[in-house]
């Protein structure tokens, strides 16, 4: 059963970086596109960013030039390194992966606040 495992959310001030992982396991990682969802109170999910199994990445134009995804595939891992946070960043951000069929991590809770 493809697993996916969120890390790295927590509370950060304006202004500040966070940088959030996602590990896979039972699956052939390499082959997954891959992406970076976030849910707000109150909001619909909406996707941040995307990578492909070529490394092509998408961004949303809310976290353009601020978020860069990434992905390590010897370690089964994809990457959100997010800068210049401000409080509309706060959600919960999910890990998707899809081929064939898509999987959800469970979330990790991201707090942008003073």
């Known amino acids: 059963q493809v697993q996916l495992v969120e890390s790295g959310g927590g509370l950060v001030q304006p202004g500040g970086s966070l940088t959030l992982s996602c590990t896979g396991s039972?699956?052939?990682?390499?082959?997954?596109?891959m992406a970076w969802y976030r849910q707000a109170p109150g909001k619909e999910r909406e996707q941040v960013a995307r990578?492909?199994?070529?490394?092509?990445?998408y961004y949303a134009d809310s976290v353009k030039g601020r978020f860069t995804i990434s992905r390590d595939n010897a370690k089964s891992t994809m990457y959100l390194q997010m800068t210049s946070l401000n409080p509309e960043d706060t959600a919960v951000y999910y890990c998707?992966?899809?081929?064939?069929?898509?999987?959800w991590g469970k979330g990790t809770l991201v707090t942008v606040s003073s």
């Open positions: 998707y992966a899809f081929w064939a069929i898509d999987y």
């Open positions: 990578i492909g199994s070529g490394d092509d990445t």
């Open positions: 039972d699956m052939i990682f390499s082959l997954y596109r």
